[in-house]
């Protein structure tokens, strides 16, 4: 095997209760993963972009989850995190800022897993605009809650 076929690019969590075996018997040469606390963007821009760009998959999946640590962590203080934590963390701090401030922390958490995921498909579409216009790839979120999984795919109409 001298080259790679996979067909999803796929970003998700480092949690490691998710695999990509939830998806797929056999991921291997079909899923090019990125994984990071918080299935964020803007810590593997370069890696994504292989992904889309030379590895030619045709679905980008941003893929959060439930009971995301990364998620929690951003809702509290975490400045006595490592920096290296505190730097990625960081990143979570436009989508979770739209988190209500009061209410059941539980809601709060589920909600802010889910203006995460939303919040790093906007931004593929704005990285990704021309491809996607195109036709080339199809960006698709997906919030994985532990045991049941909700699909959403997203056609950006506007683009073409
Ligand atoms: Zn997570």
């Not at 045991?147 to 997203?154: S, V």
Request: glycine share 6%; net charge positive.
């Amino acid at each position: 095997m001298n080259v790679q076929h996979p067909i999803v690019t796929m970003v998700t969590c480092s949690d490691a209760r998710f695999h990509p075996t939830v998806f797929f018997k056999d991921p291997v040469d079909k899923v090019f993963v990125i994984r990071n606390i918080g299935n964020q963007l803007a810590n593997a821009r370069g890696s994504i972009d292989y992904g889309v760009y030379h590895l030619h998959t045709p679905i980008l999946l941003i893929l959060g989850h439930t009971h995301c640590g990364a998620v929690k962590a951003g809702l509290h203080d975490y400045s006595k995190e490592t920096e290296g934590i505190k730097n990625e963390l960081d990143h979570l701090h436009l989508p979770l800022s739209k988190v209500s401030k009061s209410g059941p922390f539980e809601k709060r958490w589920l909600d802010g897993v889910e203006k995460n995921v939303n919040y790093q498909v906007e931004e593929a579409l704005k990285f990704y605009k021309p491809f996607i216009k195109k036709r080339r790839i199809c960006c698709c979120r997906c919030c994985l809650r532990f045991y049941k999984c909700l699909w959403q795919g997203l056609w950006e109409n506007g683009y073409s």
